[in-house]
Antibody
């Protein structure tokens, strides 16, 4: 069974940093592209960042480019999101999601999602 | 960015057929996907590449469309289908529609 468990969320002041983690199990982590997707309270879904299986290809939404860094450690089956210069508009539930097809990210969709970790940016 | 537009809400009676639309600001070929999100839960994949049913999803759900106009159909609607439905494109990176909240009368 595919499982994705996010952690690292919490309350942080504007301008500070936070690092999220997503521990994966139930599949060969190193074969799949991974993503962060967020949802502000009561709002819709916003794709944040994607990383290919070998970290060769990385993409960011314009809203986080230059502030957030996606990375992965295939030996630890873990996906990360380093967030810096946080703003109030970054307040959201952050989901980790796995792509559907082996070794593909372009054109692919999100087959499995974690439960999310809540990030609140406030003074 | 490719913008996806959905109607905010729909209300239907159990047993009826409902169609939820999604319009893209530019062509996305068949790279449109649909998700269901129930309150307090993570999104769940329903349909991928416009018309393909995801594993374990009831055949009451179906998808159609190509280019800029896409539809998710539920027939017949059941009480458990109360949820918000999101479309998402992967032709030009990845974007989501604003979601359609489905309520049952």
């Amino acid at each position: 069974e595919v499982q994705l468990v996010e952690s690292g969320g919490g309350l942080v002041q504007p301008g500070r940093s936070l690092k999220l983690s997503c521990l994966a199990s139930g599949f060969t982590f190193s074969n799949y592209g991974m993503n962060w997707i967020r949802q502000a309270p009561g709002k819709g879904l916003e794709w944040v960042a994607s990383i290919s299986s070998s970290s060769s290809y990385i993409y960011y939404a314009d809203t986080v480019k230059g502030r957030f860094t996606i990375s992965r450690d295939n030996a630890k089956n873990t996906l990360y999101l380093q967030m810096t210069s946080l703003r109030s508009e970054d307040t959201a539930l952050y989901y980790c999601a796995r792509h559907s097809r082996i070794l593909r990210i372009r054109g692919d969709w999100f087959a499995y999602w974690g439960q999310g970790t809540l990030v609140t940016v406030s003074s | 960015d490719t913008v996806l537009t959905q109607s905010p809400a729909l209300a239907v009676s159990p047993g009826e057929r409902v169609s939820i639309s999604c319009r893209a600001s530019e062509g996305v070929n068949s790279y449109m996907h649909w998700y269901q999100q129930k309150p307090g839960q993570q999104p769940k994949l329903l349909i991928y590449k416009a018309s393909n049913l995801a594993s374990g999803v009831p055949a009451r759900f179906s998808g159609s469309g190509s280019g800029t106009d896409f539809t998710l159909t539920i027939d017949p609607v059941e009480a458990d289908d109360t949820a918000t439905y999101f479309c998402q494109q992967s032709w030009n990176e990845w974007t989501f529609g604003g979601g359609t909240k489905l309520e049952l009368k």
